[in-house]
């Protein structure tokens, strides 16, 4: 559980993608594994790239600078 306020958003009808978005970030799980072209990742890196580039492309500016500002964890 995150605590995201709809007054973080810009447009209250992203509520629930970002939600979910910001939810698998933060779950603690990070699983290392070798990618298709051998690089070393983690799921956990995976997912963070998704949400920020996800982010940015909604234009949720507030809750970008809020995830990079670490406010987002799960309670």
Not at 10 to 37: F, P, Q, R, W
Not at 50 to 62: D, N, V
């Amino acid at each position: 559980m995150i605590l995201l306020l709809p007054e973080d958003l810009i447009d209250e009808k992203n509520y629930d993608e970002i939600y979910e978005l910001l939810d698998s970030v933060c779950i603690g799980i990070n699983i290392h594994y070798t990618d298709e072209n051998g690089n070393k990742t983690s799921l956990k890196e995976v997912s963070r790239n998704k949400l920020l580039k996800r982010l940015e492309e909604l234009g949720e500016t507030k809750v970008l600078e809020n995830y990079k500002k670490g406010y987002y964890c799960q309670l």
